[in-house]
């Protein structure tokens, strides 16, 4: 079983639409939990950052982490054509010196 | 400007033949690393440092080398005992701060894309 499991899509999205992404993971010691979007032939843009459980907002985005159901989402509102993109989540542990991610799920926000 | 620099963008590699591509970061982080990535595979952990002289291996590191001889840079070489070493490669960097929390985010350059020839 991988460390982080994430559906690879591809998501197609009108615009305007709210985007629901999301990632499981298999290990409880995992406290931080990352956003990245990553677009073609770039490095991986930090989009959001959380520490342990709970919420985080920063404009249209919205992190989300539930550690009981080892589940974390990020939603995007009101989607753009520029938030077209590969999402890919990470995340470590508390003193660790690794990260692990997910395999990137390709979005794309039809005009 | 604060940032992750990777350089080429782009190289090309003959069979045979080593190349190193360079990471240099002036964040102050004091980690660093390695990954690769292939299409539908997500990033995979060549190799990591957190703190000069000083490195791990990563899950893939057969093929490869490091070295970490400033804290600012990191540069990977890619030897002719890697197989199949066309992909796109990103360095990436995080402040490691001990105490009651570690703020781990991760921040990560450009990318080179190597391919052999």
């Known amino acids: 079983q991988k460390e982080v499991e994430q559906d690879p899509g591809p998501l197609s999205v009108p615009e305007g639409a709210i985007v629901s992404l999301n990632c499981t993971y298999s290990?409880?010691?995992?406290?931080?939990f990352m956003w990245y979007r990553q677009y073609s032939r770039k490095g991986p843009e930090l989009l959001m950052y959380?520490?342990?459980?709970g919420n985080k907002e920063d404009g249209r985005f919205t992190a989300q982490v539930d550690k009981s159901s080892k589940y974390i989402s990020l939603f995007i509102r009101d989607s753009q054509p520029s938030d077209s993109a590969t999402y890919l989540c990470?995340?470590?542990?508390?003193?660790?010196?690794?990260?692990?991610f997910g395999t990137g799920t390709s979005l794309t926000v039809i005009p | 400007d604060g940032g992750i620099t990777q350089s080429p963008k782009y190289l090309f590699r003959k069979e045979g033949q080593n190349v190193t591509l360079s990471c240099e970061q002036n964040?102050?982080?004091?980690?660093m690393y390695w990954y690769r990535q292939d299409p539908g595979q997500g990033l995979r952990l060549i190799y990591y440092?957190?703190?000069?002289?000083?490195?791990q291996k990563g899950d893939i590191a057969e093929g490869y080398s490091v070295s970490r001889e400033k804290k600012e840079s990191f540069p990977l070489t890619v030897t002719s005992a890697q197989k199949n070493p066309t992909a796109f490669y990103l360095c990436?960097?995080?402040?490691?701060?001990?105490?009651?929390?570690?703020?781990?985010?991760?921040?990560f350059g450009p990318g080179t894309r190597l391919t052999v020839l």
């Open positions: 990436a960097s995080s402040i490691v701060i001990m105490g009651s929390r570690n703020y781990n985010e991760q921040f």
């Open positions: 290990n409880s010691a995992f406290q931080y």
């Open positions: 959380t520490y342990s459980s």
């Open positions: 990470a995340m470590s542990s508390l003193g660790g010196n690794q990260f692990y």
């Open positions: 964040l102050n982080h004091d980690a």
């Open positions: 440092s957190q703190i000069v002289n000083d490195f």
